[in-house]
């Protein structure tokens, strides 16, 4: 049974385009992230959403917006998409008493 | 969060012990160790968290020293599969909706 699934992996795009990350858990987890990851490696937290309220924001353009639509759910929509949004994009999500956040298999956005 | 140093990458050979050391002398009193792994195009992994006790699980242990300044993670019988980047982690539970800061990480390769 996968734990934190995420779709699509794999998403190439044209600059200006709108897209969107779809994450799920199935561990009833309250709280949930999204973190990026460059092409140098460097793993940074964006968002962290808790029974669907937004309580981390990292100094992330507007121009990405997470939407909880439940506490299962952390979806990651991206406007007017540009070259430095390339990355591949990881969901983790951690129970509320807990110290281990489980990560998603990551989507990789290219963006031509 | 205190800071984490790390060696840029390391080898062992399959089936030998990998130790992995982590320099974190800034730590505070109520900081735990966590250490968490990614394999190559994978979400990172949780692997073990400690405070000041050695800790050991179906994984690793955990060598924290008697002044907490440093760590050193050991893989007891590495597989090429333990091929990956290994990342050190300290912070409080409970602190900051527990966001995970990423530093470089050591990158082992588990050699036949």
């Known amino acids: 049974d996968t734990a934190v699934s995420q779709t699509p992996k794999y998403l190439v795009t044209q600059m200006g385009n709108d897209k969107s990350i779809k994450c799920e858990q199935n561990?009833?987890?309250?709280?949930m992230y999204w973190y990026k990851q460059d092409s140098k490696k460097f793993l940074k937290i964006m968002f962290s959403?808790?029974?669907?309220?937004?309580?981390i924001n990292e100094t992330v353009p507007n121009r990405f917006s997470p939407k909880s639509p439940d506490k299962a759910h952390l979806n990651l929509h991206i406007n007017s998409l540009e070259l430095g949004d390339s990355a591949v994009y990881f969901c983790?999500?951690?129970?509320?008493?807990?110290?281990?956040?489980?990560f998603g298999p990551g989507t990789r956005l290219t963006v031509l | 969060d205190a800071k984490t140093t790390q060696p840029t990458s390391m080898d062992c050979a399959e089936g030998r012990a990998a130790n992995l050391p982590c320099n974190h002398s800034?730590?505070?009193?109520?900081?735990?160790v966590y250490w968490y792994r990614q394999i190559h195009s994978q979400g990172p992994q949780y692997i073990i968290h400690g405070l000041k006790n050695n800790e050991t699980n179906e994984m690793a242990s955990l060598i924290i020293t008697e002044d907490r300044k440093s760590s050193t993670l050991i893989l007891p019988h590495a597989t090429l599969r333990d091929t990956a980047v290994y990342y050190c982690i300290v912070r409080r539970p409970g602190q900051g909706a527990q966001k995970l800061v990423f530093g470089q990480g050591t990158r082992l390769t588990i050699n036949p």
């Open positions: 983790a999500s951690l129970k509320a008493e807990g110290n281990e956040q489980f």
């Open positions: 959403y808790n029974n669907k309220e937004l309580i």
């Open positions: 800034t730590i505070s009193g109520n900081e735990y």
């Open positions: 561990l009833g987890h309250d709280t």
